[in-house]
Nanobody
Framework: QVQLVESGGGLVQPGGSLRLSCAASASSFRINAMGWYRQAPGKQRELVAVITSDGSTDYGDSVKGRFTIPRDNSKNTVYLQMNSLKPEDTADYYC?????????????WGQGTQGTVSS
């Protein structure tokens, strides 16, 4: 099992910044990738950013150049640094951890944290 505890989020004005945190606890197996997804009202959940165990990163097109996904391996924690925020970034943000087993892939999710960009 993997447990994910998120923190951060809140209300920020357009052009501002927010930083989300996700701490992972895993028992007896290795997390292959961690990432952030978001879901706005009436829309499907979409990828925001992901970082693999070897440090490779990928970003959704709408956040490239504005968001980064740093991590602290000593704390088993990933962050989502969101800069130059726009109203369309308003969404519930979910942390994800992916574990690849021999025969299957398991995805684990955090409880979600809300980010609101509004003046």
């Amino acid at each position: 099992q993997v447990q994910l505890v998120e923190s951060g989020g809140g209300l920020v004005q357009p052009g501002g910044s927010l930083r989300l945190s996700c701490a992972a606890s895993a028992s007896s197996f290795r997390i292959n990738a961690m990432g952030w997804y978001r879901q706005a009202p009436g829309k499907q959940r979409e990828l925001v950013a992901v970082i693999t165990s070897d440090g490779s990163t990928d970003y959704g097109d709408s956040v490239k150049g504005r968001f980064t996904i740093p991590r602290d391996n000593s704390k088993n924690t990933v962050y989502l640094q969101m800069n130059s925020l726009k109203p369309e970034d308003t969404a519930d943000y979910y942390c994800n951890a992916r574990v690849k087993h021999v025969l299957c892939v398991n995805d684990y999710w955090g409880q979600g944290t809300q980010g609101t960009v509004s003046s």
